[in-house]
């Protein structure tokens, strides 16, 4: 049964895979983004942390007999940095500015959309404990998730699918009926029953002396089975995608992963190659519950009576959901 997902959660989710904070020296900063619980020891570690918490929320009956409402809430989001003594780290209300410029962007320019959350590869590599993974391989058949055959690409070969920009990673087979095949270990965050909708899409083609082409799928861990193949035929780049708008449990497994393949259309014959090109994988996901959210204010509230001095900002956001006592919509 679909339940609706905690708005902070939804808001936490959001912020964590939107937000690029770059520093002075040109690295990444380190942020934590969770329910509204400040712990200064967490500044030791991360360069700034950000906080969410429910300020108020008000019902609203939509109609007489009070089955459709509109819930509006409002949210308190709150980010602190300090300074710090460490090389390359900025200091704490230049910290503190950047990341209030990038929780003002994601709020507003996903107003509508809260709920969609996008996954891909953007700055992941081997070796590392990132909940994504690529792996390749060379196979007479569409392996499954947890053969051994499967080999992860290397922090050169993730750079290349880390956008869509014509730089592509290629898996090459030469074996006599083998496919060039890549698969693909995306890590959902909500709840099962939150989930409404899951969108897969692979950017690549394929090449072999059978012809041009690549087919992808979704796995099935309940049938433990490949499912729902799309197929293409261009020696281009082009954009297959998959769309789970139903039985969406069946295809996130007990770890939260969802698994993509792709293959090219044919195999090698011995002489020829199959390859294999990505440039390109992301997994979009839709959840039920907040439907609209955007920033009502924010201000610089500095905690000074401290040392090191705490710099802090306070944002207040305004969203809603809509929910019916006999259901969700």
């Given at each position: 049964m679909s339940e609706l997902e905690d708005p902070i959660i939804t808001l936490l989710r959001l912020i964590t895979t939107r937000i690029r904070v770059v520093?002075?020296?040109?690295?990444?900063?380190?942020?934590?983004?969770t329910k509204e619980?400040?712990?200064?020891?967490?500044?030791?570690?991360?360069?700034?942390?950000?906080?969410?918490g429910l300020d108020s929320s008000q019902d609203q009956k939509l109609e007489l007999a009070g089955r459709l409402r509109r819930r509006s809430m409002v949210f308190r989001c709150n980010i602190y940095t300090v300074d710090k003594t460490a090389p390359g780290a900025d200091a704490g209300k230049v910290m503190r500015d950047k990341v209030t410029a990038?929780?003002?962007?994601?709020?507003?320019?996903?107003?509508?959309?809260?709920?969609?959350?996008?996954?891909?590869?953007?700055?992941?590599?081997?070796?590392?404990?990132?909940?994504h993974k690529a792996f390749a391989a060379g196979a007479a058949t569409e392996l499954s998730p947890s053969s051994t055959s499967w080999a992860e690409l290397t922090n050169?070969?993730?750079?290349?699918i880390w956008s869509s920009d014509d730089v592509r990673h290629s898996?090459?087979?030469?074996?006599?009926?083998?496919?060039?095949?890549?698969?693909?270990?995306?890590?959902?965050?909500?709840?099962?029953?939150?989930?409404k909708k899951i969108v897969l899409s692979f950017e690549g083609y394929g090449t072999s002396p059978g012809g041009n082409g690549v087919t992808i799928k979704i796995w099935n861990h309940v049938a433990s089975a490949w499912q729902e193949?799309?197929?293409?035929?261009g020696g281009g780049d082009e954009t297959l995608t998959i769309t789970i708008s139903a039985n969406w449990p069946n295809f996130i497994d007990s770890s939260g992963y969802v698994w993509l393949l792709a293959k090219t259309a044919n195999p090698s014959n011995g002489s020829t190659p199959a390859v294999l090109y990505c440039d390109f994988v992301q997994c979009t996901i839709?959840?039920?519950?907040?439907?609209?959210?955007?920033?009502?204010?924010?201000?610089n509230i500095d905690v000074t009576d401290v040392k090191p001095y705490l710099s802090r900002a306070e944002f207040l956001l305004k969203g809603w959901l809509f929910e019916s006592i006999s259901g969700v919509f």
């Open positions: 520093k002075d020296n040109g690295s990444h900063a380190s942020i934590l983004a619980a400040y712990d200064r020891e967490l500044l030791k570690e991360y360069d700034a942390q950000i906080t969410m990038q929780i003002n962007a994601i709020i507003r320019e996903n107003r509508n959309l809260p709920y969609q959350t996008v996954y891909n590869f953007y700055g992941l590599g081997y070796p590392s404990g990132d909940p050169l070969e993730y750079q290349k898996k090459s087979v030469s074996v006599n009926g083998q496919y060039g095949l890549m698969l693909f270990r995306l890590k959902l965050g909500p709840r099962e029953n939150c989930v193949a799309q197929s293409g035929t839709q959840v039920y519950g907040l439907t609209h959210c955007d920033v009502v204010s924010y201000r």
